[in-house]
Structure formats: structure tokens, C-alpha cells
């Protein structure tokens, strides 16, 4: 375990090779590190490693979900125009080796749309990623009317929307 600076002490380690790995993980972060070991050769005395253990990147995690909190499946994440992970049956998705920076997050799926995620800074400390809500989708269909009232007057075309709100 490091102290609060970032060193370790290893008191009694015997003479030889060894190699040494870093390890940190939260409940809800994994750390991407570099370099993944450093190898270590211990003679009699002790041993102040030149080369240091850097965190290169974390994960972050996410919903996509419908407008009653329900997640959607198979949603494509899209991180600053590359697709980077798919929802899975719970609409969670993470997106790993993430860099603190500021970042467009979009969810794409067929006749689906959700709103985007614009300007999003994620860090190690803040790596939860604000839930994709659905906001539109397309409707396939018909509207069959059996009796046309007199005062209505027939168009070729006409325009339905639907103001409920649809679960997917």
C-alpha cells in the first residue's frame, strides 16, 4: 500500500530478482498504469526505484436509458465521433483507458435517438458518466379511420404525433 505521497516500503524482501506490479482499483474505477511492472534487482542494501508508476488513464461508466429510467440494450457509445462500447441488456456500458479531458459522449441504436453529451469533463475523481436519456424514436404504422365525420375533410397526407411517453 503507497502513503499519502505516492511511495512504498517493502522492509524485508530477500536478495534477488523481482519484479514489481502496480495494482489500484475502486468499486467503481480501474486504473490504467504505466509502466504494467517494474523489474527490481536487491542486493544487500536498499533500493530507490529511478522509474515511477504513472496513472495513464481510468475508466468511466454509463446508462442508456428510456424516459421511465428503464436502460437500453445495444445501444453503439460513441466517444468524440469513435464508437467505443455497446449498452449491455441493462443499457450499462463503460468505457476504458479514459484520459482526464472534456468530451462529446453520443448513444446511437436503429430508429432510436438519445440526447447528447456535450462538453462532459471526466476525471478520476468524477469517472460516472450522466445518463443518455432517450428523446425520440422512430413510429411505424397506420391510423385507419372507419367512418370519416362530415367536418373533417380528406388529405392525402397528414402529420400524427404522439405526446405519451413509449418504453422500449
Known amino acids: 500500500v503507497t502513503g499519502e505521497h505516492g511511495q512504498f516500503v517493502f522492509p524485508s524482501l530477500p536478495s534477488g530478482e523481482l519484479e514489481i506490479y502496480p495494482v489500484y482499483q475502486s468499486s467503481s474505477t480501474v486504473f490504467s498504469i504505466s509502466p504494467n511492472k517494474i523489474p527490481v534487482t536487491i542486493n544487500h542494501g536498499s533500493v530507490v526505484l529511478q522509474q515511477h508508476f504513472n496513472v495513464v488513464g481510468f475508466s468511466a461508466t454509463g446508462r442508456a436509458i428510456d424516459t421511465f429510467g428503464n436502460g ?10 469513435e ?3 455497446t449498452t449491455d441488456s441493462n443499457g450499462a456500458y463503460s468505457i ?10 453520443e ?5 432510436v435517438f438519445f440526447e447528447s453529451l456535450k462538453n ?7 469517472p460516472v458518466i450522466p445518463d443518455l436519456v432517450l428523446s425520440k424514436y422512430h413510429l411505424c404504422g397506420k391510423i385507419i379511420i372507419k367512418h370519416v365525420p362530415p367536418t373533417l375533410h380528406i388529405l392525402k397526407h397528414r402529420d400524427v404525433v404522439l405526446t405519451s411517453p413509449v418504453s422500449l
Open 107 to 111: 448513444g446511437t441504436k436503429d430508429h
Open 72 to 81: 437500453v440494450s445495444d445501444v453503439k457509445i460513441i466517444v468524440n465521433g
Open 83 to 85: 464508437h467505443v462500447s
Open 120 to 126: 462532459l469533463k471526466l476525471s478520476p475523481s468524477s
Open 96 to 105: 476504458s483507458s479514459t484520459a482526464s479531458a472534456t468530451y462529446t459522449i
